[in-house]
């Protein structure tokens, strides 16, 4: 990873309203760079980029599975420093 500072990725599910957001930190000492939060920070996790990449797999095939995206994952994130 290069490093461009700390990163922010964030989306809301529309009923019920939930927050999702991704942090990226490259510059962070540990091999945690990738920090996960559903739902205000309820339910947390840390990532490697590994960990990431797996987790990205297995749930873009899980989700596929249920049918069509619905329309409100059709846009742009942009990230954001904060």
């Known amino acids: 990873m290069t490093a461009t500072g700390r990163r922010f990725y964030r989306l809301r599910t529309p009923e019920p309203v939930t927050a999702v957001s991704v942090r990226v930190d490259p510059d962070r000492p540990d091999p945690y760079p990738i920090y996960l939060a559903v739902g205000a920070g309820r339910r947390r996790m840390s990532l490697?980029?590994?960990?990431a990449w797996a987790l990205w797999r297995c749930l873009s095939e899980a989700v596929a599975s249920l049918g069509t995206p619905p329309d409100y994952i059709r846009t742009d994130i942009r990230p954001a420093r904060r």
């Open 48 to 51: 490697t980029p590994d960990e």
